[in-house]
């Protein structure tokens, strides 16, 4: 009998509350990391209504103007319409950051304290991260939620082109694909909800991104004749952005990842410096998955790791492929181990995480974007050889 599912997975435009406070967030720890590589920053952000809030602690030598940081972040989503009450240049500001704690730091730094065991770099945290990767796409990234950012990333490019005056920031989508025998064969149904002004129709909305946005993206193949296309489906979105709800950092942790394909531990990642193996060893656990995929050991393999706070090592290494391994799983993990160091410090001088790349993580998922470090598959040759 054929194994035949629908899986659904979404994706949010830059001008989502979510994606707003994220980029603000991703921003600050950037504008850190260029002044100073050993910023220890949590930074998050709410935005609501005119108003921008940030909390959290930051640790560093850098001298940061917030005010300008926030609102040049805001001008870039794109919050610059005369009509906007979310507007870059007259948002009020209130800021909450203040220094981490030194019982955090203490865990964190590389030296030794009372009642601390090690010597070394701990964990941020105590915490599972997971990464995932499988062959359904050239990315190696499960197919519903690849599509949904690709919808993401086509009505971005058309706003801020000026090609389509109507369209407004804020956009979410969500693709809903067919398997059989595992894999991906059709696209059940696409919904679209953009943001747009008060003078266009919802006929003239639908019409442009059926044949604008979805066919230009989504592959021919994978469209049917029972495709479902559902745009706006309230029927008006003119209202959107942080005067319509309001954002927190971290609030789309399932569309930075695998949109729901691959498990997540929880924690979230923007404003957040490596660290915080929240973040680090999320990106660390992808690019080991993304290398046993690469190195043909498996079909699809996920990764999870954890940690103790202050705690170099983690407390545990776990592969599973589900089934689609050329070889035994611990027989890969046994591989993963040797080639991979996974202690915070070591995570962050593989990937090279002290530098200002987090603002190109911000939008359009955190995996499957060419130019980041745990996107490369620098590591098949290596896992390779341990295996035999």
Excluded at 10 to 37: F, N, T, W, Y
Excluded at 262 to 270: C, I, L
Excluded at 317 to 329: I, L
Aim: glycine letters at 8%.
């Amino acid at each position: 009998m054929a194994n035949s599912f629908v899986f659904s997975s979404e994706s949010v435009g830059e001008g989502h509350p979510d994606k707003v406070a994220d980029l603000i967030s991703d921003s600050v720890l950037d504008a850190c990391l260029a002044q100073d590589r050993t910023s220890r920053v949590a930074c998050e952000t709410m935005v609501k209504s005119n108003m921008v809030i940030l909390a959290g602690e930051i640790t560093t030598k850098a001298k940061l103007n917030y005010e300008a940081i926030v609102r040049a972040a805001i001008r870039e989503i794109g919050y610059t319409n005369k009509d906007d009450v979310f507007h870059a240049d007259t948002v009020f500001i209130n800021n909450y950051l203040t220094a981490q704690s030194p019982d955090i730091a203490q865990g964190v730094d590389a030296k030794k304290a009372k009642g601390k065991k090690t010597a070394e770099q701990g964990a941020g945290d105590q915490g599972l991260m997971f990464g995932y990767a499988c062959t359904e796409t050239p990315e190696l990234m499960p197919t519903p939620v690849m599509f949904a950012h690709r919808l993401g990333r086509k009505l971005t490019q058309l706003r801020k082109s000026g090609k389509v005056a109507w369209l407004r920031p804020d956009a979410k989508s969500q693709v809903s694909v067919r398997y059989e025998n595992d894999r991906p064969v059709s696209v059940e149904n696409i919904v679209i909800s953009t943001q747009h002004t008060a003078d266009v129709s919802h006929a003239q909305i639908e019409s442009y991104l059926i044949e604008n946005v979805i066919r230009k993206v989504i592959p021919a193949r994978m469209l049917t004749n029972k495709t479902q296309f559902l745009i706006n489906p309230t029927g008006r979105f003119v209202i959107g952005g942080p005067q319509g709800d309001s954002g927190l950092t971290g609030r789309k942790i399932i569309v930075d990842t695998y949109g729901g394909w691959g498990r997540h531990g929880g924690g979230a990642f923007s404003g957040k410096d490596p660290s915080k193996v929240d973040r680090s060893a999320a990106y660390m656990c992808r690019w080991v998955a993304k290398n046993i995929v690469a190195a043909g050991l498996a079909d699809l393999a996920e990764l999870q790791v954890a940690y103790a706070i202050g705690h170099p090592e983690p407390v545990s290494v776990y592969v599973d492929t589900m089934g689609t391994g050329k070889v035994a799983d611990e027989k890969i993990a046994r591989a993963v181990t040797k080639v991979f160091g996974f202690k915070p410090a070591d995570i962050t001088r593989q990937l090279n995480l002290l530098r200002p790349i987090y603002r190109s993580t911000t939008n359009y998922g955190h995996f499957g974007k060419a130019g980041l470090p745990w996107e490369l598959t620098n590591k098949v040759a290596a896992l390779r050889a341990a295996v035999k």
